[in-house]
T-cell receptor, first 110, second 114 residues
Framework: GQQVMQIPQYQHVQEGEDFTTYCNSS?????IQWYKQRPGGHPVFLIQ?????EVKKQKRLTFQFGEAKKNSSLHITATQTTDVGTYFC??????????FGQGTELSVKP | NAGVTQTPKFRILKIGQSMTLQCAQD?????MYWYRQDPGMGLKLIYY???????DKGEVPNGYNVSRSTTEYFPLRLELAAPSQTSVYFC?????????????FGSGTRLTVV
C-alpha cells in the first residue's frame, strides 16, 4: 500500500536557526497537506499543495511540492519557541483519504 | 462554531471491556474519519465515511466498528478492548474529499487498556 515517509523524526534547534523536514511518498500524489500538532494537542491544518513544483509561503514557513509529486518539504526560517511541535505531511493519492507521515518533532531551545 | 467535538477526553478500560468513542461535527461536512496516533507512528486511518449511511475501512480497522446514521455523528465502537488499542484517537471531518481546506480534527480521546 501507499507509504509516506518523513525525516528526520526529531530535530532540536537553537532559537533563530532554520529547520527543514522532508516527506517522501511511494506513489505519485494528487496533493499533499501539512499539519502542525502542538504538544498534547491535535493536528491543525497548515496548507495544501497541488501542482507539480509548487512553492507556497506562510510568513517564515516555506512549503514545496516536488516536480514528480512524490516528495515535499517544509522549511522554517529563524525558528521561534512558538514553532515547537510535531509537523506532519499527509499525502492524498486521489482516493481522498490522507496517509500521514510519522511526523518530525521540533524542539527549540531559547 | 464548536468544530469537531470528541468525548470522552480520557478513558481507562479493562481488557475485554467495550466502549464507544463519540464524535460530532457542526460544520455540515460530509466526510468524517477516525485516526489513531501512537508515539512516533504518525496517524493511522481506522475508518472513514463519505456521508450518512456510508462507511469504509481504513488501514487499521480490526477491533473497531463505526456507524454514520446522520451527517453530524460518527461514533467509533471498540469491542473486546485489548492493550494494543491503547492510543490517542482523533476524529476529523472535511468539506470535500482531498479538498483545499484540509481536515478539522477534534481534541482527541486518550484511551488506556489495562
Amino acid at each position: 500500500g501507499q507509504q509516506v515517509m518523513q525525516i528526520p523524526q526529531y530535530q532540536h534547534v537553537q532559537e533563530g536557526e532554520d529547520f527543514t523536514t522532508y516527506c517522501n511518498s511511494s506513489t505519485t500524489l494528487s496533493n499533499i497537506q501539512w499539519y502542525k500538532q502542538r504538544p498534547g494537542g491535535h493536528p491543525v491544518f497548515l496548507i495544501q499543495l497541488v501542482k507539480s513544483g509548487e512553492v507556497k509561503k506562510q510568513k517564515r514557513l516555506t512549503f514545496q511540492f516536488g516536480e514528480a509529486k512524490k516528495n515535499s518539504s517544509l522549511h522554517i526560517t529563524a525558528t521561534q519557541t512558538t514553532d515547537v511541535g510535531t509537523y506532519f505531511c499527509a499525502g492524498d493519492n486521489q482516493g481522498g483519504k490522507l496517509i500521514f507521515g510519522q511526523g518530525t518533532e521540533l524542539s527549540v531551545k531559547p | 462554531n464548536a468544530g469537531v467535538t470528541q468525548t470522552p477526553k480520557f478513558r481507562i478500560l479493562k481488557i475485554g471491556q467495550s466502549m464507544t468513542l463519540q464524535c460530532a461535527q457542526d460544520m455540515n461536512h460530509n466526510y468524517m474519519y477516525w485516526y489513531r496516533q501512537d508515539p512516533g507512528m504518525g496517524l493511522k486511518l481506522i475508518y472513514y465515511s463519505v456521508g450518512a449511511g456510508i462507511t469504509d475501512k481504513g488501514e487499521v480497522p480490526n477491533g473497531y466498528n463505526v456507524s454514520r446514521s446522520t451527517t453530524e455523528y460518527f461514533p467509533l465502537r471498540l469491542e473486546l478492548a485489548a492493550p494494543s488499542q491503547t492510543s490517542v484517537y482523533f476524529c476529523a471531518s472535511s468539506a470535500t474529499l482531498g479538498g483545499p481546506s484540509g481536515y478539522t480534527f477534534g481534541s482527541g480521546t486518550r484511551l488506556t487498556v489495562v
